[in-house]
């Protein structure tokens, strides 16, 4: 781990059941103000390897650390601390419809998930000016304070999705995980959240690591690129280095569909490739 290293995982491995090994001994480190999209086929394991990193779901083995500290056993209020620690987006935004978008964001305050009943008297008994004001200020960073009355259920995904990602933002996070956050957008909407969360990154000093299913948006907008296929990375190194040999290991079968933007003039040497064996 260097002096930067925000999230380490040493070894991790998530196993369903004994014919599911779903991550399987990966490691890594992210530093601060890092964009990493974590690319692989379907069924590859890149929910689950987010889904371990807030511990949503245990890991079997493996050693997860936050600036240093091992989080696979907390437990109680540590585990809360944790989930306001590292932020999650979903590719279903996961907001409370018949709430207004202030009030979604509020729930970040909370640091509780966001289905968990609570009557909107007692929000406003719970929040203090200053909670009031850094979430404002989270939707002011992602360009939507003006839509905070309206209620969630009456914007488009992309604006719903940028009210998540303000809504992780009021947590006040050490990391954001973001499992597929463009998946349901259109393509100009992709591009504004994926433009967000990139500015995020490098003004907060935070890590952020995408599961992308978007080989171009990957290449665009992170800084480096962790390629996952069958629960094993097999390539872990900076978006220019990324090949379209590369790409071919991940996505197998996959390929044509997945990565057709790949630009096979601008691929570095091959022998730069850092591939791992699968
Ligand atoms: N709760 C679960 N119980 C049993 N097996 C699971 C569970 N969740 C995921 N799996 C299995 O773990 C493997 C990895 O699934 P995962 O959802 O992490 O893949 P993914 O890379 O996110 O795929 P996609 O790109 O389709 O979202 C798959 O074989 C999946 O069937
Ligand atoms: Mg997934």
Redesign the pocket.
């Known amino acids: 781990m260097n002096s930067q290293s925000v999230l380490t995982v040493n070894n991790l491995t ?1 196993i ?2 004994p014919d ?1 090994t ?2 399987d001994d990966v490691s890594f480190s992210v530093n601060q103000g890092e964009l990493v999209a974590i690319l ?12 371990c990193l807030n511990r949503l ?1 245990p890991r079997t083995t493996g050693e997860i650390r936050i600036h240093g500290e091992e989080i696979t056993r907390c437990r109680g209020r540590d585990l809360l601390k944790l989930r306001s620690d590292v932020g999650m987006v979903f590719q279903q935004f996961n907001l409370v419809p018949r709430l207004t978008v202030f009030e979604n964001v509020l729930a970040g305050r909370l640091s509780l998930c966001a289905n968990l009943l609570w009557s909107m008297a007692s929000v406003f008994k719970i929040f203090k000016e200053t909670e009031k004001q850094k979430a404002f200020e989270a939707l002011t960073q992602v360009g939507i304070s003006h839509l905070s009355p309206k209620r969630a259920d009456s914007l488009s995904g992309g604006q719903q999705q940028r009210v998540a990602i303000a809504r992780t933002l009021a947590q006040e996070p050490r990391v954001v995980l973001a ?2 956050p463009v998946a349901s957008l259109d393509p100009a909407s992709s591009h504004r959240v994926m433009g967000i969360l990139k500015k995020i990154c490098e003004s907060r000093r935070i890590p952020v690591l995408i ?1 992308l ?1 978007q080989v171009d948006l990957a290449q665009q907008y992170a800084d480096r690129i962790i390629g ?1 296929q069958d ?1 094993r990375l097999v390539f872990d190194g900076p978006v220019d280095q990324f090949t379209p040999g590369i790409a071919k290991t991940i996505y197998g079968a996959e390929f044509e569909s997945a990565v057709c933007s790949v630009n096979i003039n601008s691929a570095p040497d091959a022998a730069k490739e850092k591939t791992f064996a699968a």
């Open positions: 998530k369903f059941n599911t779903a991550v692989g086929p379907s069924g590859a394991g890149k929910s689950t390897l987010l889904r779901i499992d597929e599961n299913h996952i629960g």
